[in-house]
């Protein structure tokens, strides 16, 4: 088995698999949007650290915002 833990925020790949710090399975693209871009550095070891397609902070409060409508006027979903 080989594994690689980045420094920076202690995410950790397991034969490939990138992994939180918590152990759950993520991915590479989410790590970047969410922490890597926003506090990474060199010491960055994500390969996707540039990668801008994953999840991220802006996008999650976006659908917060979406969520928060829904529920206030009482559109479908809500």
């Known amino acids: 088995m080989k594994t690689a833990t980045c420094l920076k925020c202690?995410?950790?790949?397991?034969?490939?698999q990138l992994?939180?710090?918590?152990?759950k399975?993520?991915?590479?693209?989410d790590l970047a949007g969410l922490v890597c871009q926003p506090v990474g550095d060199?010491?960055?070891i994500n390969p996707r650290r540039n990668d801008t397609t994953g999840d991220s902070w802006q996008k999650?409060?976006?659908?917060?915002?979406i969520l928060e409508i829904e529920q206030?006027?009482?559109f479908p979903g809500s």
Request: hydrophobic share 30%; glycine share 14%.
């Open 72 to 74: 206030r006027y009482g």
């Open 42 to 44: 060199d010491s960055c």
């Open 60 to 65: 999650r409060k976006a659908r917060m915002d």
């Open 19 to 23: 992994h939180w710090a918590s152990g």
């Open 25 to 29: 399975v993520a991915d590479e693209k």
């Open 10 to 16: 202690g995410a950790c790949w397991i034969d490939g």
